[in-house]
T-cell receptor
Framework: SQQGEEDPQALSIQEGENATMNCSYKTSINNLQWYRQNSGRGLVHLILIRSNEREKHSGRLRVTLDTSKKSSSLLITASRAADTASYFCATDADTGRRALTFGSGTRLQVQP | ETGVTQTPRHLVMGMTNKKSLKCEQHLGHNAMYWYKQSAKKPLELMFVYSLEERVENNSVPSRFSPECPNSSHLFLHLHTLQPEDSALYLC???????????????FGAGSRLTVL
């Protein structure tokens, strides 16, 4: 079964609104990362939060991590049409295996 | 564009063809990966080459064969594929720095494969 599971699968909002995406995972982790993918292109790293951190900010991005609930959220504030993309969480598991495990992603549509 | 270059960007092949996907990274990283992305499914890790060790997903069919001649180049050799193998194949690289270090991936733009 997959490690990361994003929720919702799709989200449509108006420009200027905030977008919140959630991620749940199953095993203990070293860190959790969020990536963005424009249609048909590769993924781009956005932000990383370590297992001993609870919240992190980067520009309009805010990430939270709750290791007791094995969940994370990504908040994009004051969204723009250019934020339209798919967003994936990825877990770096505490197993020594050095490959990230990705979820199915949340497809975000920001209407101008 | 991102330091990881994949060729070709698009490939159409028949089930009896043999083709290869190529990936090159210009970042000095010590690990390279192949991921498969199918519609509405999680990214599936296929192969990892890290610190000269190959790790593979045991569920990947033998019709996919990786090759990593050096730390900058990675190939995925394809033969006798099936239509369900049609997908976006993503190459990534990273600098692995021990068990406690963060492993951040840099992806290429992907190779869109269509098997007829």
């Amino acid at each position: 079964s997959q490690q990361g599971e994003e929720d919702p699968q799709a989200l449509s909002i108006q420009e200027g609104e905030n977008a919140t995406m959630n991620c749940s995972y199953k095993t203990s982790i070293n860190n959790l990362q969020w990536y963005r993918q424009n249609s048909g292109r590769g993924l781009v790293h956005l932000i990383l939060i370590r297992s001993n951190e609870r919240e992190k900010h980067s520009g309009r991005l805010r990430v939270t991590l709750d290791t007791s609930k094995k969940s994370s959220s990504l908040l994009i504030t004051a969204s723009r049409a250019a934020d339209t993309a798919s967003y994936f969480c990825a877990t770096d598991a505490d197993t020594g295996r050095r490959a990230l495990t990705f979820g199915s992603g949340t497809r975000l549509q920001v209407q101008p | 564009e991102t330091g990881v270059t994949q060729t070709p960007r698009h490939l159409v092949m028949g089930m009896t063809n043999k083709k290869s996907l190529k990936c090159e990274q210009h970042l000095g990283h010590n690990a390279m990966y192949w991921y498969k992305q199918s519609a509405k499914k999680p990214l599936e890790l296929m192969f990892v080459y890290s610190l000269e060790e190959r790790v593979e997903n045991n569920s990947v069919p033998s019709r996919f064969s990786p090759e990593c001649p050096n730390s900058s180049h990675l190939f995925l050799h394809l033969h006798t594929l099936q239509p369900e193998d049609s997908a976006l194949y993503l190459c990534a690289s990273s600098q692995v720095a021990g068990n406690s270090g963060a492993n951040v991936l840099t992806f290429g733009a992907g190779s869109r494969l269509t098997v007829l």
